[in-house]
């Protein structure tokens, strides 16, 4: 079956009114790399968008890629004298108006680095990296209009660590020290060096009415307009500090978790926590504000504030999970579940926000978790950092406590050899499976009976798993793996932890060539899918244990392999995954997503699906699971969680589901309404409410389990207002529905 795929911009109010090609993200902001101050709102931005609060009502809001941006993984922001804001990024450089809560203009100009944004009269500059030099870029505002005018490179700068507006000049902190210049008068590479910095190492420059403050590892300084270097403080270390701030001759500095005000010469701490990380300090309405890793926070007094919404902490999940309609988020910080509360790893700061839901995990992830599973209400994770290993069950309904542990160590009292889990895989018998990421000597292991067996030692010797990423079992329970030479099979009878017999098949990738397996999965028809760097190919396997492969393909009209996404890179972070209609999905490195349909052809089409074609938040991947009663897929990436509606799900049978949307449905519109929950081969029709038929929809209407009406007659002519009805039969089950749409004809 062809399906139609159009990927649109939305916000989608819920699933059930949601259409087919409909993306939404989910992200956290919580985590504030930079703010400013303005008009009572305190602006921050994320790796998922800009946020604010309202200081006044302690109202937030948001935008990301589904309400206004183009890029994320956002790293600066900056108001100009437009009030409009500059947010920057590796990306591109976007301008934002929040008077009018629209883009009104974006740069993409091949950024490799960016450390800020300056005033100069009309214009704008941005510090950045291009083409391996640093320099400034210039925008100029004509007639409210922003247009790019040139970028001055300066080949002798190591960096730029902050941009700065004084005394008529623009201020280049870098660690070669500190140069400055009227960009009016001389290029950048004439620019002169006004201060001597003694040789200690620079970290922050900041502006204030009358004064410019130098912050270094060793002092703070204050220039002038009189163009005079005083020293504020001279001989402390302030090489851990990350910024400074001053306000009405107030001075502050701030390292990763405390915060400092420099009073009479004194360095006096005034907040401090240790869970907490501090990315800005701010001052406004009179109060001290920070960007921090759990949001804004507010220092009046020595008392400290949060202001947080509820939204998971997880950003970049290694892995997720769907359980009850919940989606799961999992990563060294911890796991978030939609709702949303929040379990970390490590302790929360003291004071957060009681909208903010989050407790602790006494447990140490480490750095990556390579795979989750979902075994009646328990959730597994298998991990492979140097930090822990093994692999870890926690009880959902229970706060994710703690319920077993498996594969920590090799050997008990040799706590040196861990076992980093690759892969983990239960079989049909539950036995819980686990593949080493880097032991050969112990490279797989299970869990049966309250007991782990390591079977090394009953490997045979030519048979040497190479470590890989990926284990599987088939339809018969046959354990498959990497191997050196290429798939290795392990099928066993009776117990395994004492089998009757068992087996040790070595399986070519492809016959005659040396291909590595990347990845693979066995489909529900028994088919054994593999990546390769060679692309994708399939092995059809059957229940005879020493020749499992009855044919491997797909083939060429000559007889040789020719395989599916023969021009894809893919690597050993590449995964397969189906959807609850047998269709095959392989994340690719840095490209997206494949699907392969099972009339093998692609969809949406050979392009896939990536974050130019599509609001997918990154072409980083780190798993995808099936919502299979909701037709959603989601997609985990290195910036959130994409949500996208399918034309892809579990069998609808009856027609009591039935939603229909837009309602009223207003026409002309450029959006037809959608009736969705249609089950396989029925037949649609339009009819007035005494019953005579206005429209049959033709299976060009048809997407998947949604149909379409543009609001026009089988003559093509739109349809007046009033309230009509939407006959729904269903040959296959025989059932049928009969429901009411209001059309207002404008």
């Known amino acids: 079956m062809k399906y139609i795929f159009s990927i649109l911009l939305v916000i989608t109010a819920s699933n059930s009114q949601s259409r087919i090609g409909d993306f939404q993200s989910i992200s956290s902001f919580a985590h504030v790399r930079s703010a400013l101050f303005f008009d009572n709102l305190l602006f921050g931005i994320s790796q998922s968008g800009l946020i604010s609060l309202n200081t006044v009502d302690g109202s937030f809001e948001t935008v990301s890629i589904d309400n206004g941006l183009s890029y994320l993984g956002l790293t600066h922001i900056h108001k100009d004298v437009e ?38 009269e009309n214009f704008i500059y941005a510090a950045v990296k291009i083409n391996g030099l640093w320099g400034i870029l210039e925008f100029r505002y004509v007639d409210e209009k922003v247009y790019f005018r040139d970028f001055y490179q300066r080949s002798d700068l190591e960096n ?23 960009p009016f008068q001389n290029h950048i590479s004439a620019w002169s060096n006004p201060v001597n910095l003694n040789n200690e190492t620079p970290i922050d420059i900041h502006q204030s009415k009358e004064s ?32 400074i701030m001053a306000s009405n001759e107030d001075i502050f500095t701030f390292s990763d978790t405390s915060i400092f005000q420099i009073l009479d010469g004194e360095v006096s701490p005034i907040y401090s926590d240790q869970n907490l990380q501090i990315n800005s300090i701010i001052k406004g309405d009179n109060y001290l504000w920070t960007a921090t890793s759990f949001g804004f926070g507010r220092l ?30 999992v990563n060294k910080q911890g796991i978030s579940i939609d709702g949303w509360t929040n379990y970390i790893t490590s302790k929360p700061p003291r004071s957060i926000s009681n909208k903010f839901q989050i407790s602790s995990i006494p ?47 090799i050997d008990q009292d040799t ?27 112990y490279p797989l292991s ?43 099979m392990y099928n066993y009878s009776g117990d395994v932890l004492n089998p009757n017999n068992e087996e040790w098949v070595n399986v070519p990738i492809i016959d005659g060539i040396n291909r590595r397996a990347l990845n693979y999965k066995v489909s529900s028809d028994n088919t054994l899918w593999i990546i390769t760097s060679y692309g994708l190919i399939y092995k059809k396997l059957r229940a005879q244990a020493d020749q499992p492969v009855t044919e491997t393909g797909p083939l060429t009209s000559s007889g040789s392999i020719n395989p599916y996404f023969q021009n894809i890179p893919f690597d050993q972070n590449s995964r397969i995954y189906f959807d609850p209609s047998g269709n095959l999905w392989v994340t690719s490195n840095n490209e997206g997503i494949f699907v392969l349909d099972t009339q093998n052809e692609y969809w949406p089409s050979s392009n896939g699906i990536n974050s130019s074609n599509s609001k997918l938040l990154s072409n980083n991947i780190s798993d995808i699971k099936f919502s299979s009663e909701d037709g959603l897929v989601f997609i985990s990436t290195d910036l959130g969680v994409s949500k996208l509606k399918i034309p892809f799900k579990s069998e609808i049978k009856k027609t009591n589901t039935i939603t229909i ?51 026009m007659d089988e003559d093509g002519a739109y349809v007046g207002s009033g309230i009509y009805l939407v006959l729904i039969i269903n040959k296959k089950h025989n059932t049928s529905s009969i429901e009411k749409i209001a059309v207002i004809k404008n």
């Open 661 to 711: 949307f837009p309602s009223p449905f207003v026409i002309p519109s450029n959006r037809p309404m959608v009736i969705d929950g249609v089950p396989q081969r029925s037949s649609i029709q339009i009819m007035s409410l005494n019953g005579n038929k206005i429209k049959t929809l033709s299976p060009s209407n048809m997407n998947g389990y949604q149909a379409t009406w543009n609001g």
């Open 446 to 488: 299970v869990f049966s009976k309250n007991q782990t067996i390591h079977l090394s030692d009953r490997l045979p010797k030519n048979n040497i798993i190479d470590g890989s990423k990926s284990i599987v079992v088939d339809n018969y329970n046959r354990i498959w793996m990497s191997s050196f030479s290429g798939l290795l």
């Open 160 to 182: 730029i660590l902050k941009i700065s507006h004084f005394d008529n000049n623009v201020f280049l902190l870098s660690s070669n020290g500190l140069i400055s210049g009227n």
């Open 212 to 243: 410019l403050y130098i912050l270094s590892s060793n002092s703070i300084y204050r220039f002038t307009i009189e163009r005079t270097l005083e020293t504020i403080k001279d001989n402390y270390d302030f090489s851990k500090m990350k910024g």
């Open 83 to 120: 009030d409009n804001l500059w947010i920057g990024s590796k990306k591109a450089i976007q301008v934002w108006s929040p008077e009018k809560k629209v883009l009104i203009n974006q740069f993409q100009l091949d950024i490799e680095d960016l450390s800020g944004f300056v005033n100069f």
């Open 363 to 409: 447990y140490n992830f480490g750095e990556k978790i390579s795979k989750s599973l979902i075994l009646e209400d328990l959730l597994f994770l298998s991990l492979n950092s140097s930090q822990t290993a093994g692999i870890v069950s926690l009880d959902i309904n229970n706060q994710f406590s703690i319920v077993s542990k498996y594969f920590t160590y």
């Open 415 to 441: 706590t040196n050899l861990k076992f980093n889990v690759g892969d983990m895989v239960f079989d049909r018998q539950n036995n819980l499976w686990a593949i080493s990421l880097d032991n050969l000597s």
């Open 300 to 329: 009046n007094n020595n008392t400290y504030n949060s202001f947080i919404y509820n939204q998971p902490i997880i950003n970049d999940p290694d892995a997720i999970e769907i359980y009850n309609n919940n989606l799961i988020m």
